[in-house]
């Protein structure tokens, strides 16, 4: 689940029983913790938080298995560095499709 709307205080996106049931992957922990869907965990869920974008894309850390925290899907909470939010969606676009998964829009008409 992409979560990229929620870029300041008071937004919000996911209900609570979204993210008590996934690992969230964060573009960058600190902000997501301040003004993202993150914000919104209380300390005891902030484990939930299992890898920063960054330190993923240089292979500094893994994602561990979603069963490991008894997840039953991941979310990537973005709170709005554009680069970071192209660069995912076009990422995830691109496997949706190579995977004949999802429906396209045509929103020139």
């Given at each position: 689940i992409?979560?990229?709307g929620a870029d300041s205080p008071g937004k919000r996106e996911l209900?609570?029983?979204?993210?008590?049931?996934?690992?969230?992957?964060?573009?960058?922990?600190?902000?997501?913790?301040?003004?993202?869907?993150?914000?919104?965990l209380t300390a005891d869920e902030a484990h939930r938080i299992v890898a920063e974008l960054g330190a993923l894309l240089a292979g500094g850390t893994s994602i561990p298995a979603p069963t490991a925290q008894g997840a039953r899907f991941r979310v990537f909470d973005s709170v709005g560095s554009a680069i970071i939010d192209a660069t995912v969606s076009?990422?995830?676009?691109?496997?949706a499709m190579a995977r004949g998964l999802g429906q396209t829009f045509d929103f020139g008409r």
């Open positions: 992409l979560a990229m209900g609570a029983s979204v993210l008590a049931a996934a690992q969230i992957i964060a573009d960058q922990r600190e902000n997501v913790l301040k003004v993202g869907e993150s914000a919104y076009r990422s995830i676009i691109s496997l």
